[in-house]
Structure formats: structure tokens, C-alpha cells
């Protein structure tokens, strides 16, 4: 109990940002409490632990506050040297690992961003640039961690595979709002065999939300979006 009260998440159920911390910390076996935040009214504690971005995840170790979900997975790892290791232990490889992240990051959830709250010319080149990105991501990963199996991690699942995998239930979320299938077996081999591998994890079962909430979440978010735009 005392440990539990060490580790406090600070998240939004939606969030695969969150869910990659909640992975994390499951994976690793780590006690947390989980706070829910309101992000149309955030909590002055959020404020507080993350003044730069107001954002969450923060997590708040002892009482001391980290934010930014990569800086805060490197931190779980860092803190917890028990595996299953996130990263691998060679430099280099941590380092590929980390150019990785930080290309999925901007190169598909930007992108994922846009299909959501654009419409029409917008919205389809968003599609194509998501497309184009998962393409030259996979060619890089297959090159870089094709001894990793299942997973780019080896047999358990390690940061990249945090940071890709949490926004993949985003993904089946998006197909439906722009009636595409934005990765297909036919298009995407080595990303559904591993996708299958993570989807099938209990930590990922027991940490992604039902999809029709999600879904329905994210029409709310769309319709706002669309409202405010000229
Ligand atoms: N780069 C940040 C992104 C986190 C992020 O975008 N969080 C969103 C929820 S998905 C948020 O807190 N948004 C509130 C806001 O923008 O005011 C990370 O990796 O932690």
C-alpha cells in the first residue's frame, strides 16, 4: 500500500499517450494509483506538476513530477533495472529505439490527428502522408529489429513497442470516422503480424478502452473540431 501511494499516474482514459505509462507500469509490475484528469478543466495539480505543457501523463514518483510519455517510459526504465527491459541494453540500439519513437510520434499520431479533425482535401492528404510514414516506418523497423520477435522489443514488448502500440486502438477508431483502412495486411504485413502479437498481450487487453466508447468519443472530438474551423 505504501508503495502504491509512490507512483501516482496522472492521465485521461482516452489517451494513448496514458496508455503506453499504464502498459509500462503493468508490464514491469509496478504498484501506481491512477488519477483521472479532466482536460476541459484540468487540476491544479496538473498545472502544478506540468506547468511547461499541461498536458498528461505525468507521472509523479514520490512526490516529484515527470511529464512527456517517452521521457517518463525512459524514466520507468531507468528507475525499475528489474525486467522485462524496455530498451535494449546495447547504446546504439537504444538510440535506434529512440530515433523510432520519436518518427512514429510525429510522423503518424500528427498525422492521426489530422484525420480526425479534418475533412474533405485535408483530411485525404493527412491519409496519405499517415500512409507514406507507416510505409517507411515498417521498411526501417524490419531492417533495424528483425531479430526482435514478436515483438521489436524481442519476446516481451519494450518502448517502441509501447509508443506504436498504444495509438493502434486509435487507428481502428479513425478507419471508421474516414471509412478507410488505414493499415492493411496486404499493405502492412510486418506491422498486423505484430499488431496481432500486442493486441493479444493482457496487459494491452486489460488497458485499452472499449472500442464504442472511444469511437464515440471521438466524434464528440471531430464535431467540435469541425465547428471551430473556418
Ligand atoms: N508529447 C506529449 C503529448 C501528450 C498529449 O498530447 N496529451 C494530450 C492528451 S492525448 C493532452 O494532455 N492534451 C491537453 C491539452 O492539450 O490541453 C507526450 O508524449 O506526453
Request: include cysteine; glycine fraction near 6%; charge should be negative.
Amino acid at each position: 500500500m505504501e508503495e502504491a501511494k509512490a507512483v501516482k499516474l496522472y492521465g485521461m482514459w482516452a489517451s494513448s499517450f496514458c496508455m503506453r505509462i499504464e502498459m509500462a507500469l503493468k508490464l514491469k509490475g509496478i504498484p501506481y494509483e491512477y488519477v483521472e484528469e479532466d482536460l476541459g478543466n484540468k487540476s491544479q495539480l496538473l498545472l502544478q506538476y506540468n506547468p511547461v505543457h499541461k498536458m498528461v501523463p505525468v507521472l509523479v514518483h514520490d512526490g516529484r513530477s515527470i511529464a512527456e510519455s517517452v521521457v517518463i517510459l525512459e524514466y520507468i526504465e531507468d528507475t525499475w533495472k528489474d525486467p522485462p527491459f524496455l530498451l535494449p541494453h546495447d547504446p546504439y540500439m537504444r538510440a535506434r529505439v529512440r530515433f523510432w519513437a520519436q518518427f512514429s510520434d510525429h510522423a503518424l499520431v500528427d498525422h492521426s490527428r489530422a484525420i480526425l479533425k479534418f475533412k474533405g482535401e485535408q483530411q485525404q492528404a493527412a491519409i496519405a502522408e499517415f500512409r507514406e510514414n507507416l510505409r517507411i516506418l515498417e521498411e526501417g523497423i524490419e531492417k533495424e529489429f528483425s531479430g526482435g520477435k514478436p515483438f521489436f522489443n524481442g519476446k516481451t514488448p519494450g518502448l517502441l513497442d509501447l509508443v506504436i502500440g498504444a495509438s493502434s486502438c486509435w487507428h481502428k477508431v479513425l478507419d471508421e470516422i474516414a471509412g478507410v483502412k488505414l493499415i492493411t495486411r496486404e499493405n502492412n504485413p510486418i506491422v498486423c503480424s505484430w499488431l496481432d502479437a500486442f493486441w493479444d498481450l493482457d496487459v494491452v487487453k486489460a488497458t485499452f478502452p472499449d472500442h464504442g466508447r472511444l469511437t464515440a468519443y471521438a466524434r464528440r472530438v471531430r464535431e467540435n473540431a469541425l465547428a471551430m474551423s473556418p
